[in-house]
C-alpha cells in the first residue's frame, strides 16, 4: 500500500495537482491535509498524505488473511466499501474460533485492524468485522431482548438490569429502546462489566 505525499503553499493547488497526477477522483482517496505554520524565515506550506481507499481495503483484506492464518485457520475475506465505511466478512471451517466465547475474539480482531488503520493515516474510518453473519444474528437478538424487556417495563413499571455488554451492544439496546415512548435506558457499572438499565420514564 503506498503513502503518497505532496507538498505546496495553497491547499487546492496541491490538492489538485495529486488528483491530477493520480487520476483519481477525491471520493476514492483518503486525505490527511497536514499544515506547517509559517515561521520568522519561512513560509507556511502544506503536505497532504494521499491513500487510496481501494488500495487501503486490499491490504487490510491481506492483513487479516495473515493474522487468521497464524491462528491455524484458513479463511477467505469478503470486504465491503461504502464512502468511510469499511466492513470485512470472514468466512472459514472454524467460525466458532473466530467468534470466541461471545463474541470475544472477533471484537478483539476488530480492534486490531482499526489499531492498524489509525497508525496508517490519521483520519476516522468506521471498520466492521464480521463472522459469516454473526453479528446480524446478534443485533437482531438484541434488538428483540431490547424491545421485549422495555414492554415488560411498561407494563410492571419495575426497572431492568440487563447482563453486561460491550459499548458496541448497549449502543444497539439504547438505540432500540429510544424507539419506545414512556421508557429509556442508562448505562451503569465499569468496564468490562457495564450494562444498561431499561427504566420508566
Do not use: C, W
Not at 476516522?124 to 431482548?145: A, G, H, M, S, W
Not at 448505562?187 to 444498561?196: D, H, I, K, Q, T
Amino acid at each position: 500500500m503506498n503513502i503518497y505525499s505532496y507538498e505546496g503553499r495553497n491547499i487546492d493547488d496541491v490538492k489538485e495537482k495529486a488528483l491530477s497526477e493520480l487520476g483519481k477522483n477525491e471520493e476514492d482517496l483518503f486525505i490527511n491535509v497536514i499544515e506547517d505554520e509559517a515561521g520568522l524565515f519561512k513560509t507556511k506550506r502544506v503536505r497532504l498524505e494521499i491513500i487510496s481507499k481501494e488500495e487501503l481495503l486490499e491490504y487490510l483484506k491481506g492483513t487479516l488473511i495473515d493474522i487468521v492464518n497464524k491462528m491455524g485457520i484458513e479463511a477467505r475475506v469478503e470486504a465491503k466499501k461504502r464512502k468511510d465505511n469499511f466492513k470485512f466478512t470472514l468466512f472459514s471451517n472454524n467460525n466458532s474460533i473466530l467468534i470466541g466465547k461471545g463474541g470475544r475474539t472477533i471484537e478483539s480482531l476488530q480492534i486490531i485492524i482499526r489499531h492498524i488503520v489509525s497508525n496508517k493515516i490519521k483520519l476516522p474510518i468506521n471498520i466492521t468485522l464480521d463472522v459469516e453473519d454473526y453479528r446480524e444474528k446478534q443485533i437482531k437478538k438484541l434488538e428483540f431482548l431490547a424491545r421485549k424487556t422495555a414492554k415488560e417495563v411498561l407494563a410492571t413499571g419495575i426497572d431492568v438490569k440487563l447482563d453486561s455488554m460491550n459499548s458496541y451492544e448497549r449502543r444497539i439496546v439504547h438505540e432500540e429502546v429510544a424507539k419506545i415512548e414512556g421508557v429509556h435506558t442508562i448505562s451503569e457499572g465499569e468496564e468490562p462489566n457495564r450494562y444498561v438499565v431499561i427504566k420508566v420514564n
